[in-house]
């Protein structure tokens, strides 16, 4: 009989600590997430902020070239039209000019279209970087801790 209480009191005091062990080891999981986390959301930030950056950089250089473009497809179509104007009345010159820069218009138009479609305004590269933590804290948990089939936990060494 005073065996069997023996027996219990070191039952019950492994089992103590060994969930003392399981528990240090969740709270030491639960920090490396935080911390992980944390840095991912630094990451995310910093892509959001090169993102946009490299957009606005774009955007105003854009501006520029565009005002540039204005100017010389103006005196482009006026040249053409002076020249066309040489052998139909300026009226039809004039028409047939602003049909040719519709044209262009359009084009451009399109493949600028195609451009802003490829912008990412998500960061791709930290939300896969997260998804692969969340992954392997769980795999890491699920090795953590294991039952041995009678009830009690052990962790893996």
């Known amino acids: 009989m005073q065996d069997t209480r023996e027996s219990i009191s070191e039952d019950l005091k492994r089992g103590r600590t060994e969930a003392r062990e399981v528990g240090g080891e969740f709270s030491g999981i639960a920090e490396d997430l935080r911390r ?3 840095t991912e959301t630094e990451l995310a930030k910093a892509e ?12 105003i250089w854009g ?3 565009a005002t540039f473009g204005i100017l010389l497809l103006t005196f482009l ?7 066309l104007d040489l052998v139909m009345p300026l009226w039809a010159a004039a028409l047939i000019t602003a049909g040719a820069i519709l044209v262009l218009a359009v084009i451009a138009g ?4 195609n451009r802003f479609k490829q912008v990412k305004v998500a960061p791709t590269k930290a939300i896969g970087h997260m998804r692969e933590d969340v992954s392997w804290a769980g795999s890491q948990l699920k090795s953590s801790v294991t039952s041995n089939g009678n009830g009690r936990h052990y962790t893996r060494g």
Do not use: K
Not at 48 to 59: L, P
Not at 77 to 83: H, R
């Open 36 to 38: 992980i986390f944390q």
């Open 48 to 59: 959001m902020r090169e993102s946009v950056q490299s957009a606005v950089q774009g955007a």
């Open 63 to 65: 501006g520029v070239a």
């Open 77 to 83: 179509g006026l040249a053409g039209m002076f020249a």
């Open 110 to 113: 399109l493949v600028a279209y």
